[in-house]
């Protein structure tokens, strides 16, 4: 039962003085607001008109109605209208997981003029490069790297994530320079292990666009990326790294990309975030800040050194 709805049919009727204007005006057949407006009456035990073949008048019980009844008309539009205003407010608590290397090179030089353009915000970032589950953790969204599990999230793409194989030019001048995926075998590779056990097993793509599989060793392996890179840094041997973890090495002359006519295929940096009909608006805004800052082309894809 629609009785907001006809409350407003009431006072509309009153304001226009007649069934038929009200009704065109909120868009109703003159049939259908009669019936609702015999409705109101018949739920509320009263007649509200007198209807005469020229004018519609109130009757004493109308104008009560009308007086009580307009005062809460106006409050609930006003409620409505501060509802879909704070709608569309950024503000509340943004809870974000990322990965830590990422984090903080690309996302935390971000957040002071973010939060200055939404001071009403709130932000909790968590770095771990371990994938968390948003549902049962309390995450707004994640922001993940490579491929992505069908895992019934919504992910937006940000930015490309080709991927190098990388090592120092000290490494290289006193192992050499693998030409072939099959040369890794004669190798140190630096691996990295997971949840899923250790990744020493290298998807490569040769000019064509073919996938060559190579089973890869070393004697250094860890669960962060960023001990690989100094490693690498190091000489200790070759990594298989995102090209936005080891851009600046590369400029810098640090290391130098391994192999290019056979890279690891690009991936995707992506915003994930819980199924719901509604994103909040401090979600999209956080994910157009990284689009925005991200998504033509990256800073770590401007400035490389030409490939070895």
């Known amino acids: 039962m629609d009785r907001v709805g006809d409350l407003t049919l009431f006072l509309r009727v009153l304001d226009l003085g007649s069934i038929t204007a009200a009704a065109r005006s909120l868009d109703l057949s003159v049939a259908v607001a009669s019936q609702r407006l015999k409705r109101l009456e018949r739920e509320l035990g009263v007649r509200l008109l007198h209807r005469t073949t020229r004018r519609l008048h109130p009757t004493p ?3 009560a109605l009308a007086q009580r009844g307009r005062l809460l008309v106006e409050e609930l539009e006003s409620l409505g209208a501060g509802l879909r205003e704070a709608a569309e407010e950024v503000a509340g608590t943004l809870r974000v997981t990322l990965s830590a290397t990422f ?7 971000l957040l002071p003029a973010f939060l ?5 915000l709130r932000m909790s970032v968590h770095l771990s490069d371990h994938v968390v589950d948003l549902v049962s953790e309390g995450f707004d969204l994640a922001i993940r790297i490579g491929a992505l599990e069908d895992s019934g999230m919504v992910a937006r793409r940000i930015a490309p994530n080709r991927r190098v194989l990388c090592a120092s030019p000290e ?11 099959e040369q890794l075998a004669g190798h140190e590779c630096l691996l990295l292990f997971g949840s899923q056990g250790r990744q020493d097993l290298w998807r490569l793509q040769d000019p064509q666009g073919r996938e060559v599989a190579v089973r890869v060793n070393g004697r250094y392996e860890s669960n962060f990326g960023e001990l690989l890179r100094d490693a ?5 041997g070759i990594a298989l790294h995102s090209l936005w ?3 600046e090495d590369l400029r810098q002359g640090r290391l130098q990309v391994v192999m290019p006519t056979y890279a690891p295929a690009t991936t995707a940096i992506s915003a994930v975030m819980p199924r719901r009909q509604l994103v909040p608006p401090r979600v999209r805004a956080f994910v157009d800040l990284l689009v925005d800052a991200y998504g033509q082309t990256p800073p770590w894809e401007l400035d490389l050194p030409p490939r070895e």
């Open 171 to 181: 490494y290289l001048r006193r192992r050499g320079r693998p030409l072939h995926p």
């Open 232 to 236: 690498a840094v190091a000489g200790e």
């Open 245 to 247: 973890h080891v851009a």
């Open 116 to 120: 200055a353009r939404h001071p009403k």
């Open 103 to 109: 984090g903080r090179q690309y996302v935390s030089p």
């Open 61 to 63: 019980e109308g104008v």
